[in-house]
């Protein structure tokens, strides 16, 4: 590149003394041969009026010659740049051209070892068939040599499962089974089928520990194979859970449900007075019984309860005019001769209401009742003022 601009610089050096190129507004005719060819007429008038080699032309041929370099840089500059930019280019094609032949190849693998796959697929397909007719043919000829008494066994074995039985006639069953096998099976598949004959005796046959089940764990233990929704007794009480037996032993297999509200019988009362009372220091019965269920209340005002477990209880009356009321709530334990004081209900002199309810945990055969330790009680055969009620809430434990 530097020998071209050597030339450019010489070529417009020469243009500008010959006055071929329009300095000074000089009109010239420009000519192929600029270096070989004779004076032009361009040069010929110069001389003669004497503007060759004028000082201002050849300024302006530097000034031009200064800008020929210049453009020529930025021609050098613009080529090399270009040139990287082709070389980079190059090297990506041949980039692109390695992975592409990489590609195809990889794909080549692929189809030979799809069709060697396809190839064992048809091969290990051809040997199935082989073996599924081996299969029918060998079942064909059991069939034809199975004698009538072993058919005869397994059917009446089979039709002693489905209608569940009695162990007698299972245990005939089985006998003939036994025996039809002896007969007829090898030895080892009389072992194994034995061994399936237990299996179906033990689930079959009735099992106990001699106590409600407390988990799915002994449910399974008693042959319980089906999943489903079971009730169990946890902490004294009957609870209802999930059993996943298809979980064995882990953490799956039971999900708790709910506490079931389970009684030995039901139990509650009502009952009320028609008329005033007012013997104090006594227990207030009542005349009027509205419910009795399970006949634990008795209308001298005791109750006793019949179970061990949650009971409510409720009081409500009316003091009489000009006189004070104080009914308090008592209980005694089965095995004790003192009566304890739950709590009362007081009405002042002027008619007035009052009521007191509680929840008590008995035992079998504790007693309630309502004394009488102040005052009147206000009642009628029109107004029922006097009321006391009961309900068994929750059984502690059930027996077996």
Not at 129 to 155: F, I
């Amino acid at each position: 590149m530097t020998k071209l601009s050597l030339v450019v610089f010489v070529w417009i050096w020469h243009c500008a003394v010959y006055g071929q190129l329009a300095l000074n507004n000089v009109d010239y005719i420009p000519y192929t041969s600029t270096f070989l060819s004779q004076p032009t007429k361009q040069i010929r008038a110069a001389r003669a009026t004497g503007r060759l080699g004028n000082p201002q032309n050849i300024r302006d041929a530097l000034s031009l010659s200064a800008i020929s370099l210049q453009l020529n840089k930025q021609i050098e500059s613009t080529t090399a740049s270009i040139t990287s930019q082709l070389k980079d280019t190059n090297d990506k094609l041949e980039k692109t051209s390695a992975d592409l032949s990489s590609t195809q190849k990889q794909v080549s693998d692929l189809m030979e070892a799809l069709t060697k796959a396809n190839d064992a697929t048809k091969a290990a397909q051809a040997d199935l068939d082989k073996t599924n007719s081996a299969l029918s043919q060998w079942s064909a000829a059991l069939k034809a040599k199975a004698s009538k008494e072993l058919y005869g066994a397994v059917s009446h074995f089979t039709a002693a499962l489905d209608e569940k039985a009695f162990k007698e006639e299972m245990d005939h069953a089985v006998g003939q089974l036994t025996t039809a096998l002896d007969a007829k099976a090898s030895k080892s598949d009389l072992e194994a089928t034995n061994l399936e004959v237990s299996k179906l005796k033990v689930l079959t046959s009735p099992n106990s520990n001699g106590s409600i089940p407390t988990s799915c764990e002994d449910l399974q233990t008693f042959g319980f194979v089906k999943s489903g929704i079971y009730s169990v007794m946890i902490s004294k009480q009957v609870q209802n859970v999930y059993c996943d037996f298809s979980k064995s032993n882990d953490a799956g297999l039971q999900k708790w449900i709910g506490i079931v509200d389970v009684k030995s019988a039901p139990v509650y009362f009502h009952a009320q007075r028609t008329t005033s009372y007012s013997t104090v220091g006594s227990v207030v019965p009542f005349d009027s019984i509205k419910l009795n269920v399970g006949n634990a209340f008795d209308p001298s005002g005791v109750f006793v309860a019949p179970a061990p477990g949650k009971y409510f209880f409720g009081f409500s009356g009316l003091s009489d005019n000009g006189a004070l009321a104080r009914v308090v709530l008592e209980v005694k334990n089965a095995s004790s001769l003192d009566w304890s004081r739950v709590g009362e209900g007081y009405g002042d002199n002027k008619f007035k209401t009052f009521a007191f309810h509680a929840t008590l945990e008995l035992l079998k055969d504790d007693q309630v009742r309502l004394v009488l330790t102040q005052g009147a009680i206000h009642d009628s055969d029109i107004h029922f003022y006097t009321n006391f009620f009961g309900v068994f809430i929750a059984q502690n434990e059930l027996t077996v």
